[in-house]
């Protein structure tokens, strides 16, 4: 059992949460696009420095990190990481930001509907929305995103969804994060390893990295578990639709990205169609 928290320290944690996440993005674009560090340091940085700050927490606490989190928690969060700095090479702030949680909810809602959540009409077409939306992001031009960047950020996406249902029902979300980043070490210091021709660092990049891995990774993660624990998964999957119209304001305000046309009329169709298709009530199939 948890302990019940007020409505309104409920919503500071969730918004502290989502504004973690589309820092992350801001953290990212700015390194790779303002500084030398490349996306297998910024990577390895980010995880480090992470798994080193929940460590000392725990430790704090005078709690064993043995058992805690999982391989394949660990292998989601990484094949996130990786992915998702690799697409930042190449995309602006908001629209990977959008391409990243809309795949992160695609993933979601196609793993319930295997698993037995059925799909009303409405929300089909909610679904085909979003699919539009991102084909509307993604169709030839000038504002168009990059290929490549594209499709790293929605494997991210993906991972990422992943790491979301594996997380899920946790009764210490800190420990749970912090065992998910130590296991992830040895894929980062891996990745390092291969990528070590190439890999280049200066003191700017190398703090917009720690400062993404250990407050808006790591912390932001474990204030999210600590939120999804008051949070039904029709309002936790709702409220991470903010997440890209926040990164794209930070990628405004400090980058001077534009947002275009374009990206709006995506952004429209995309949150407005998993929205939705997760407000709308499950329904389970009765064939099992």
Not at 39 to 64: C, E, K, N, Y
Request: aromatic share 8%; hydrophobic share 60%; net charge positive.
């Amino acid at each position: 059992m948890h302990t019940a928290l007020s409505r309104p320290r409920v919503a500071a944690i969730t918004l502290v949460a989502l504004l973690a996440f589309a820092a992350n993005s801001l953290l990212a674009r700015m390194a790779l696009r303002e500084t030398v560090i490349d996306p297998a340091g910024f990577t390895v940085i980010r995880l480090l420095s992470g798994a080193l700050l929940l460590w000392w927490l725990i430790h704090r606490r005078g709690v064993s990190l043995r058992g805690a989190g999982d391989w394949p928690s660990a292998t989601a969060l990484f094949a996130y990481a990786a992915l998702f700095s690799f697409a930042y090479v190449s995309l602006s702030t908001g629209t990977g930001a959008l391409l990243l949680f809309g795949a992160v909810q695609g993933t979601m809602i196609l793993v319930g509907w295997r698993r037995g959540e059925r799909l009303d009409a409405l929300q089909w077409l909610g679904f085909a929305l979003a699919v539009l939306g991102l084909g509307v992001l993604l169709l030839p031009g000038a504002t168009a995103p990059a290929p490549l960047g594209a499709v790293s950020m929605l494997c991210a996406g993906a991972a990422w969804g992943a790491y979301s249902l594996l997380g899920r029902g946790h009764a210490d979300p800190l420990r749970v994060t912090a065992g998910n980043f130590v296991r992830a070490v040895p894929f980062a210091l891996a990745l390092g390893v291969l990528a070590l021709p190439w890999l280049r660092w200066d003191a700017q990049g190398a703090a917009l990295a720690v400062a993404s891995g250990a407050i808006t990774s790591a912390l932001g993660y474990a204030v999210w578990y600590s939120a999804l624990r008051h949070l039904d998964a029709t309002r936790a999957a709702t409220v991470q639709l903010s997440v890209p119209v926040l990164a794209a304001l930070l990628g405004l305000v400090f980058l001077l990205e534009p947002i275009g046309v374009r990206f709006m009329v995506a952004s429209a169709a995309v949150l407005g169609g998993i929205a939705i298709v997760v407000t709308r009530p499950a329904r389970r199939s009765r064939i099992q």
